[in-house]
């Protein structure tokens, strides 16, 4: 598999973001909804960055600054045809470390409250992802749930413990 920056014009991109739309309309009010459009990705504070095998587009996650020491995960998105293949966890542990090298300190993330949004929720919290209080411009919202990361200094923490938490 291969991580890399995303081509935001790439046919097989705008599918899976259109994939990753439509499935929030189909569980979330307009309200709740928060997942960014191609203009929302193509601003200048996310970063975008798909992953591969071979010619397959497997899934996406993006990275959108906060502030300085705060960057919110945004449009993670597994291809319907590769779910359960570890294609979250490995986007989830790249941008974890993106947000390492960024020099962030948290990173935070919304998601959906019902048993559709289950498994991330999961994933999220074997990370260490705990919720909290809405971040940024959110607001409560019984639909959402939100989750942040406080990311340890890494000349702190012993090596062994970094590479066991990814």
Known sequence: MLIKRAD???PAFIALLE??????????PSESQHALDLAGLRQPDVCV???????????CGAL???DDAHAEIKSM???RAHLRKGVARTILQHLLAESRLAGFQRVSLETGS???????RRLYASFGFVE????GT?????NSTYMTLEIPDPAAVAPEAVASHL
């Open 8 to 10: 935001l014009d790439s």
């Open 77 to 79: 998105r597994t291809a």
């Open 114 to 120: 019902m048993a559709f949004f289950e498994p991330a």
């Open 64 to 66: 959108q600054r906060l």
């Open 138 to 142: 959110y607001v409560e919202d019984p």
């Open 49 to 59: 960055w798909t992953l591969h095998e071979g010619d397959a587009l497997l899934g």
């Open 19 to 28: 994939e990753h739309r439509a499935a929030m309309e189909a569980t979330a």
């Open 132 to 135: 909290c209080a809405p971040f």
